[in-house]
């Protein structure tokens, strides 16, 4: 099965910078869809950006404009590079695949089919 390991996360002010990396197996690779989402305890599960096989990229209207998702096939790992954060953006944030297009993924509530690990935590003050 594929393996999703997600790193970078950590505390900033607000507006800083933070780069997430998820590195993933070469099960994963060939995966229609890869994006970020990310949970508070108690509270939805919130997708940030994905990413299709094709390079489409689809981000959440809250981190439009600070959010960029990337994705580096030959080097396994899809990135979230995060700018002018806000304290609204503190949650554990996960990395996930599926094999359906990021539009049904979108469409199902973002319920990814495939999703490890722990995810990282992103912690940022006022």
């Known amino acids: 099965q594929g393996q999703l390991v997600a790193s970078g996360g950590g505390s900033v002010q607000s507006g800083g910078s933070l780069k997430l990396s998820c590195a993933y197996s070469?099960?994963?690779?060939?995966?229609?869809?890869m994006g970020w989402f990310r949970q508070v305890s108690g509270k939805a599960r919130e997708g940030v950006a994905d990413?299709?096989?094709?390079?489409?990229?689809t981000y959440a209207d809250f981190v439009k404009g600070r959010f960029t998702i990337s994705k580096d096939t030959a080097k396994n790992r899809l990135d979230l590079q995060m700018n002018n954060l806000e304290p609204e953006d503190s949650a554990t944030y996960y990395c996930?695949?599926?094999?359906?297009?990021?539009?049904?993924?979108?469409?199902?509530?973002?319920?990814?089919?495939?999703?490890r690990g722990q995810g990282t935590l992103v912690t940022v003050s006022s």
């Open positions: 996930a695949a599926d094999p359906r297009a990021c539009t049904v993924v979108v469409l199902s509530g973002y319920t990814y089919l495939e999703v």
């Open positions: 070469d099960y994963t690779n060939n995966r229609h869809c």
């Open positions: 990413i299709d096989s094709d390079g489409t990229t």
